[in-house]
């Protein structure tokens, strides 16, 4: 039996945080072997939030390496770049003629980042965003899309599309489920936003120890856990939320440790570092290798893109044949 295909993409805004590891590549990589995987690097995508476009190539490079060195196996998920593979542009094109202007000014994502980021004229394809995204899962048929909570409305544009399409040309396209993690939402380190590069609130997959320290630094606590000794409240500490992850053995040590009084933030946060460092070393060093190995890099970029071709080009002849283009 043929297994269910995964396609999942991020959008190559330079090193990956942890935020999009606990969130969607640890999926990526616990699931490559159950799945047939395609993972995209959305560089149009990119261009939603900033049109200069001189570092996408590098950073889909650095975005390529942090998920080989995270454990994603290239010989048997094709990582391939959206603009690379044409029929991406083409099928887009077409979905957009079944995606409402009502529809895409409801999605939530889009209204947040429009918040955050002040966005006070919001283009024509920052609101496709979705449409280009359904394109992006549809061309390869994806079954399932491992991704964080913010992406799940995407998906249920994706799945209307997806259907609109099947009942006006013919059954061409599986409707997607989302696949979340147990950490879909990871906050970034001023407490409140969900992590993400461009709020500037991260701890990187690429940081080391030391860096990891000062970020933390400064992470918000407790506020009323004052002095050392004061007990704390672990449910609204950020702190806390990062060890519920990286600290899964000593958890309820810390637990204890922070409600009585006997932990004082400081050293909580020192175990938090030393956790999530020991975590992320391994992934420092499988860097380390790719950095030097860039050709390799791009021998396996290359190999992806002609694997995903193959799939995108079939895809699109069976739309163009439902829809008696020719
Ligand atoms: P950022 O939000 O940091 O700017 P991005 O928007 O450029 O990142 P995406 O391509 O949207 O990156 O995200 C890649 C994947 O990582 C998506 O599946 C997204 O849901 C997930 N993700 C990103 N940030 C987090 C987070 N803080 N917690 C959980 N999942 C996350
Ligand atoms: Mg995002």
Excluded at 252 to 268: F, K, M, P, W, Y
Excluded at 287 to 297: C, G, Q
Aim: proline share 5%; charged share 25%; glycine share 6%.
């Amino acid at each position: 039996m043929n297994k269910k295909r995964i396609l999942s993409g991020m959008r190559p805004t330079g090193k990956l945080h942890i935020g999009h590891y606990v969130g969607a590549l640890e999926n990526w990589i616990s699931l490559q072997h159950e799945y047939d995987n395609f993972h995209l690097i959305a560089d149009y995508h990119v261009l939603t939030t900033n049109l200069n476009s001189d570092s996408i190539y590098q950073d889909s490079i650095e975005m390529l390496i942090d998920w080989l060195a995270a454990g994603l196996d290239p010989k048997i998920s094709p990582m391939f770049r959206q603009s690379q593979i044409k029929e991406h542009a083409e099928l887009h094109l077409i979905f957009s003629m079944l995606a409402t202007v009502n529809r895409l000014e409801r999605n939530p994502t889009v209204k947040d980042q429009i918040r955050d980021l002040h966005i006070e004229n919001v283009s024509y394809g920052h609101l496709g965003y979705p449409v280009l995204q359904a394109a992006d899962i549809l061309l390869y048929k994806g079954d399932l899309v491992p991704v964080g909570e913010d992406q799940v409305p995407h998906i249920e544009i994706t799945r209307e599309i997806a259907r609109k399409f099947n009942n006006q040309y013919g059954e061409v396209f599986p409707e997607p489920e989302p696949k979340l993690t147990a950490f879909a939402r990871l906050p970034g380190l001023d407490g409140d936003a969900k992590m993400s590069k461009s709020l500037g609130n991260t701890i990187l997959l690429s940081d080391d120890a030391e860096t990891i320290k000062t970020k933390l630094r400064k992470a918000v606590t407790d506020p009323l856990k004052v002095r050392k000794n004061d007990p704390g409240r672990p449910e609204v500490c950020l702190v806390f939320s990062y060890h519920k992850k990286f600290s899964p053995s000593e958890i309820l040590e810390i637990e204890t440790g922070c409600r009585s009084g006997a932990l004082g933030c400081v050293d909580c946060k020192l175990k938090c570092t030393s956790n999530i460092s020991s975590f992320i070393a391994p992934i420092l060093e499988k860097r380390k290798y790719y950095e030097e190995h860039l050709d390799e890099v791009k021998d396996i970029l290359t190999d992806g893109e002609n694997r995903a071709q193959k799939v995108a080009k079939i895809t699109i002849q069976e739309v163009r044949d439902k829809m008696r283009l020719g």
